[in-house]
């Protein structure tokens, strides 16, 4: 059976999602998002020009790949509607991601600020994906409000720090019942790998393939790393314990002393299930 | 507290004695950590860390990738008027100095604007001499409403306004402020702004506060460097920046770093000899530091740079730089065969917009035309 990610009626097979914003040239970045085989790109309005006619960084999005516009620059929920209408005015879609940053020492996200956008525009009909700090209760507050994926972050924007915020996200991804998507501070393709393990839906990755000395083979690498983590947690990954286990039990002899309706677990239920 | 209590506070540091306890191994630990203190700024400033510039230079590099990735934002200044009530003694608009003194008219302004914008540059900052009378806050809101229909971002460098007049052009179109305080030493800012309204310290110092509360989304300070020692001006300048950051921390806080440039050229209208040598490792230096200390810190580097230094720096450090300048009124399509006589400074970067690009783009970097968007 194919494996979908879907959200808002489109189907995606490809589960690594590419941010446009750092690649030293348009052409580089359009070349990595073929290679990757992209399907979802995030571009900042604020860096859309459309009144450009060679320098529009809209012209490099292959026709295969669905635009994510995003509020990057925004420092409170009005500034975000106001990118957000302004995008779906300017023909970019309806898919948007939500970024409300009021913190530049950090770039970290103003949840209560991308709450309340999130509220308005997903009334309004656009297909929202607030990006924000792990957080259960106000994750839940977003589906609530109309988010169609939720995009928690691995650690800061740009730190390649990986998935500083796994706990976090682990639980995120057990209580909510949309598509976690892990955005910011991915360094790696095997922490992009590491999250799909996790049960994430998909990963989201700008500057570990924009910055790298190879972005085109790195965006296949992330994108293949990706697929291997989907394909890992659809298999089901054992889950780890403190002591070895061994694949057949060295006691299982001992059946007739096994005390009945002990509650203990089965291999079977230890094992991370896939949604 | 404003800025001006953090001054104060600090401004009697003996910097030898504070130098005196910088080691190759305390600026090895700096060069480790990732949340620099101020001491530790300091320390990356001082002439032992010159032994370190390399290794400075790899980890400054590193932080500017990853976190402003292979791109440099491009914008153009465009002078609207030289009449300034000041005499400043580094500067040719000074009061005193002889010079043809303009101020574009609203057509002039579009003309200069369409000019600019053909280029596909979608940043502009509009500066004036520092003449309330000449040029009103009103003035300025009327050019602002032509450049609106050319840009998508407007940043002003102009003389210091109160808070509410900060507010009333955000509010008209303005979303960025610059202003230098040129120098931090309070004694000598005394000495050479010889007259004129600027030489309120205070209320230029408090500027950029001023700016940040009237809600500019992004403001830019600086020092000139080559009249203060450098070491203590780039200190106090990165104490405001932190200070600014800090209290303001969804403003974009930026810096720049010109520098008056020695003696090698054609002498201008009001020459003014450096007080203090820079030399091009000094900048360096100060950049590092500042990229390290500070590393979502917006960089501009100054056309007053030669093109070859200027390219040095991109990978160090540096975010955005102007291209296309003309630092006399009017100096992009009405009165270019001016710009020897009547510049506020001599620019070593003459390359066109077009040429910049071009060099960017060779480096490996992303020239950014547009970076903001009018909301
Ligand atoms: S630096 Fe500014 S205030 Fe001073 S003379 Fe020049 S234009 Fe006037």
């Known amino acids: 059976m194919e494996d979908f990610l879907e959200i808002a009626g489109e189907k995606l097979s490809n589960r690594l999602f590419i941010g446009t914003g750092k690649f030293s040239s348009y052409p580089i970045m359009k070349q990595a998002l073929e290679e990757a085989k992209a399907q979802v790109a995030t571009v900042a309005l604020r860096r859309v020009d459309e009144s450009s006619k060679t320098e529009n960084i809209m012209d490099y999005i292959p026709q295969k790949c669905k635009v994510m516009i995003n509020t990057s620059g925004a420092r409170d929920a009005q500034e975000a509607l106001r990118i957000g209408r302004l995008a779906k005015a300017a023909g970019a879609g309806n898919w948007i991601k939500i970024e409300v940053i009021r913190d530049n020492k950090y770039l970290l996200p103003d949840s209560i600020e991308t709450f309340k956008a999130v509220e308005v525009l997903a009334k309004e009909g656009f297909v929202v994906f607030p990006y924000m700090s792990p957080d259960l209760s106000i994750g839940r507050r977003m589906v609530d409000a109309g988010a169609s994926a939720i995009m928690p972050l691995g650690s800061p924007i740009g730190s390649n720090r990986g998935v500083k915020t796994r706990e976090l996200i682990e639980i995120m991804v057990n209580e909510i019942k949309l598509p976690i998507i892990v955005d910011a501070g991915l360094g790696k393709p095997s922490e992009a790998c590491e999250c799909m393990e996790l049960g994430c839906a998909a990963v989201l990755v700008n500057t570990a393939i924009a910055v790298s000395e190879d972005p085109v083979k790195m965006a296949k690498a992330f994108s293949q790393a990706v697929y291997a983590g989907r394909l890992a947690y659809l298999s089901g990954i054992p889950a780890m314990g403190k002591t070895a286990r061994a694949s057949s039990p060295l006691t299982g002899f001992l059946r007739e002393d096994k005390p009945q309706g002990d509650g203990l677990a089965s291999d079977s239920q230890s094992h991370n299930k896939p949604q | ?375």
């Open chain 2, 1 to 375: 507290m404003s800025f001006y209590g953090v001054y104060s506070q600090n401004k009697d540091l003996d910097l030898k004695k504070a130098f005196s306890f910088i080691s190759p191994a305390s600026i090895q630990e700096s060069l480790e950590k990732n949340n620099l203190d101020t001491k530790q700024f300091l320390g990356l400033l001082s002439p032992q860390a010159e032994n370190n510039l390399e290794s400075m230079a790899q980890k400054a590099q590193a932080i500017t990738r990853n976190y402003f990735g292979n791109t440099i934002q491009l914008y153009a200044p465009m002078y609207l008027s030289n009449y300034c009530d000041n005499s400043c003694l580094y500067c040719g608009f000074n009061l005193n100095n002889d010079i043809q003194r303009r101020q574009l008219t609203l057509e002039e302004v579009e003309k200069e604007a369409q000019f600019i914008s053909s280029s596909g540059l979608k940043h502009i900052l509009i500066l004036t001499g520092e003449s309330r009378l000449k040029s009103p806050v009103s003035y300025i809101q009327d050019c602002v409403n032509v450049l609106k229909k050319y840009f998508t971002s407007i940043s002003i460098e102009v003389y210091p306004l109160a808070e509410n007049e900060y507010a009333r052009l955000v509010v008209g179109g303005v979303d960025g402020l610059t202003i230098y305080q040129e120098v931090y030493d309070e004694q000598l800012y005394a000495k050479i702004h010889i007259c004129g309204p600027k030489k309120d310290y205070k209320f230029r110092l408090d500027a950029p506060e001023r700016g940040a509360k009237a809600r500019m989304r992004s403001v830019s300070i600086g020092a000139l460097l080559g009249l203060g020692n450098w070491r203590r001006e780039a200190f106090f300048l990165g104490l405001h920046a932190k200070y600014l950051l800090d209290k303001f921390p969804d403003v974009e806080i930026g810096i720049s770093v010109p520098r008056i440039r020695p003696q090698n050229h054609q002498p201008q209208v009001g020459d003014f000899k450096p007080i203090c040598q820079v030399s091009d490792r000094n900048v360096i230096q100060i950049i590092l530091a500042f990229r390290i200390f500070l590393p979502r810190l917006g960089i501009a580097i100054s056309t007053r740079e030669n093109p070859e230094f200027r390219e040095n720096l991109l990978s160090l450090g540096i975010t955005r730089m102007s291209a296309g300048s003309a630092t006399n009124v009017g100096g992009h399509t009405l009165y270019k065969e001016e710009k020897e006589q009547s510049s506020q400074f001599e620019i070593q970067d003459q390359r066109t917009v077009g040429q910049i690009k071009a060099v960017l783009e060779g480096k490996g970097y992303q020239p950014v035309f547009k970076d903001w968007l009018y909301l």
